[in-house]
């Protein structure tokens, strides 16, 4: 079944730590996403990558890198410059050569918490 | 500035009515909106989407409304029912097809009572 990956599900992190979130599609999309939801609020884009090799931040990309050395995988990486990194991470996915926007597909998310 | 606005936090429904959740944005140059619907721990899923050169769009029970010149969007699901329960949020993409990104509101909690 095609769809869009995140590993792994709950992540710890110590304070000063980098640490890095995967993210892999198997529909085809060009793009991806990452966005970032907190309690309470909508959800934030931090990164985004329309094609290989390129990406374009988002809204709150301050202490966050990509990289999109393949078509099917997003990772992001959360660095110790991030203050508050403590959040609930989403990768989406959505193809933009067809003539119109599709729907972004989202993965199931990983809940990042700094101990 | 919050460009999408949904200003009910939550939203409590009787089993069989109609659930009728808001979207304010104040970007004019957004041209496409979507809903999604999301469970605790879980991605969102899609729901249902509406063109600006719309003002309707139909999908089984769920209905999306467009008022252009109030900058307003509503979703109506009808009749409701108790898997309906879940994180409304509206989403809006500007002229460059969404593909920079989707700007979203903070959601609306909706929940139907049995």
């Known amino acids: 079944d095609g769809g869009i990956t995140q590993s792994p599900k709950y992540l710890f992190r110590k304070e000063g730590q980098n640490v890095t979130l995967s993210c892999e599609q198997n529909l085809n999309h060009d793009a991806m996403y990452w966005y970032r939801q907190d309690p309470g609020q909508g959800l934030r884009l931090i990164y985004y990558?329309?094609?290989?090799?390129?990406?374009q931040k988002g809204d709150i990309a301050e202490g966050y890198s990509v990289s999109r050395e393949k078509k099917e995988s997003f990772p992001l990486t959360v660095t110790s410059a991030q203050k508050n990194p403590t959040a609930f991470y989403l990768c989406?996915?959505?193809?933009?050569?067809?003539?119109?926007?599709?729907?972004?597909?989202f993965g199931q998310g990983t809940r990042l918490t700094v101990v | 500035d919050q460009q999408v606005k949904q200003n009910s936090p939550s939203l409590s429904v009787q089993e069989g009515r109609i659930s009728i959740l808001n979207c304010d944005y104040t970007n004019s140059m957004f041209d496409y909106f979507l809903w999604y619907k999301k469970y605790p721990a879980e991605g969102p899923t899609f729901l249902i989407s509406?063109?600006?050169?719309?003002d309707k769009n139909e999908d089984g029970r769920f209905t999306v409304f467009l008022n252009k010149s109030a900058k307003h969007l509503s979703l109506h699901i009808v009749p409701s029912q108790p898997g309906d329960s879940a994180v409304y949020f509206c989403?809006?993409?500007?002229?460059?097809?969404?593909?920079?990104?989707?700007?979203f509101g903070k959601g609306t909690h909706l929940i139907i009572q049995p």
């Open positions: 509406i063109s600006s050169i719309k």
């Open positions: 989403a809006a993409s500007g002229s460059g097809g969404g593909a920079d990104g989707l700007t």
């Open positions: 990558s329309q094609i290989v090799n390129d990406f």
């Open positions: 989406a996915s959505t193809s933009i050569f067809t003539g119109g926007l599709t729907e972004a597909f």
